[in-house]
């Protein structure tokens, strides 16, 4: 009766422990992914659209928060440097600059974009 009880007990430990197993699955990576590439997918067509003088102000309210930023003076006014995803590059999940598209604004106006300007500053 002992090692029917011992039997028993390990049998359902087993069957916790393998439906541990069965839980995990990497449905976020793939949502998340999907997601992502829909937004880069945005970003490029209005980027693709877009026309110098533009604000920055117009285009943040429609772009939302840059993947990274920088900033600058340059012959006394102010750079600054919004970066945007818009190509895929490496398979990693994260978003790097390389894979980003500058958009390069002098006093709030934007006056080039792409990776040649960005390198020209």
């Known amino acids: 009766m002992q090692k029917f009880i011992k039997f028993s007990a390990m049998a359902f430990v087993i069957t916790l422990l393998s439906g541990c197993v069965i839980a995990i699955n990497d449905d976020d990576h793939d949502s ?11 970003n490029q067509s209005y980027i693709s659209q877009l026309q110098l003088g533009a604000s920055q102000q117009s285009i943040r309210s429609h772009l939302g928060v840059p993947d990274f930023s920088e900033s ?20 990693d999940g994260i978003t790097t600059k390389d894979e980003c598209t ?20």
């Open 102 to 121: 500058a958009l390069i604004f002098t006093a709030g106006v934007l006056t080039a974009w792409g990776e040649k300007a960005y390198l020209q500053l």
């Open 32 to 42: 998340s992914s999907s997601k992502t590439m829909q937004i880069q997918q945005q």
């Open 72 to 91: 600058l003076q340059k012959d006394s006014q102010t750079v600054e440097v919004l970066f945007y995803r818009t190509h895929h590059t490496h398979g």
